[in-house]
């Protein structure tokens, strides 16, 4: 069956350090994979698209790399800091939809 | 400025009760879908639309209903809820698929079957 596996619900890292957030997928060949944050009671904002034939992306601090081989996709942000503290989702793309995975939540200790 | 509008934000509805969460978008966009998020389970869509007239379902869509008269509304229709649709709801447009754009989101609405 399909699925889509963050890696863990919590991740707790210290100000300063960076956070490594984990998407794997199972029976799906994407197109395309997105990485959204989501705040407590709000919707998803975007922040990145990688496509399946790039390695990496980069915006400010943040990083997403896309392994098909592997299928799987890494999300790091870089001197993280507590205002980065939310939930994270990656969302594939196949067959004309879109598939959440359940996210994982960031917390980033002062 | 572009935005998803949800409404209401909050209901508290009763067991078999009709009721309709609107989804309205400013952007032109052809590409829209409902989701419920609920603990531990994620987003999980009910029913997407490709365009105006052409909708299909998602991974949950029992208990719901769609339409898609016009290109920027959405509705979501219960038409006899239940307490397992106690959830956070949310409406997300997009311009399209395939060409992989970003998603938008709405704030959420927060429903409750009593």
């Known amino acids: 069956s399909q699925k889509i596996e963050q890696n863990s619900e919590a991740l707790n890292i210290q100000e300063g350090k960076t956070a490594t957030l984990t998407c794997n997928y199972t029976?799906?060949?994407?197109?395309?994979l997105q990485w959204y944050r989501q705040d407590p009671g709000r919707g998803p904002v975007f922040l990145l698209l990688i496509r399946e034939n790039e390695k990496e992306k980069r915006k400010e601090r943040l990083k997403v790399t896309f392994d098909t081989t592997l299928k799987q996709s890494l999300f790091h942000i870089t001197a993280s800091q507590p205002a980065d503290s939310a939930t994270y989702l990656c969302?594939?793309?196949?067959?004309?939809?879109?598939?959440f995975g359940a996210g994982t939540r960031l917390t980033v200790k002062p | 400025e572009a935005q998803v509008t949800q409404n209401p934000r909050y209901l508290i509805t009763v067991t078999g009760k009709k009721l309709t969460v609107t989804c309205s978008q400013n952007?032109?966009?052809?590409?829209m879908s409902w989701y419920r998020q609920d603990p531990g389970l994620g987003l999980r869509q009910i029913y997407y639309s490709m365009n105006v007239e052409v909708t299909d379902k998602g991974d949950v869509p029992e208990g719901y209903k769609v339409s898609r008269k016009e290109k920027r509304n959405f509705p979501l229709i219960l038409e006899s809820p239940s307490p397992n649709q106690t959830s956070l709801y949310f409406c997300a447009s997009s311009f399209g698929l395939q060409g992989g754009t970003e998603a938008f989101f709405g704030q959420g609405t927060r429903l409750t079957v009593v």
């Open positions: 952007m032109n966009h052809e590409y």
């Open positions: 969302a594939v793309y196949n067959n004309n939809d879109m598939r």
């Open positions: 029976n799906y060949s994407p197109a395309y």
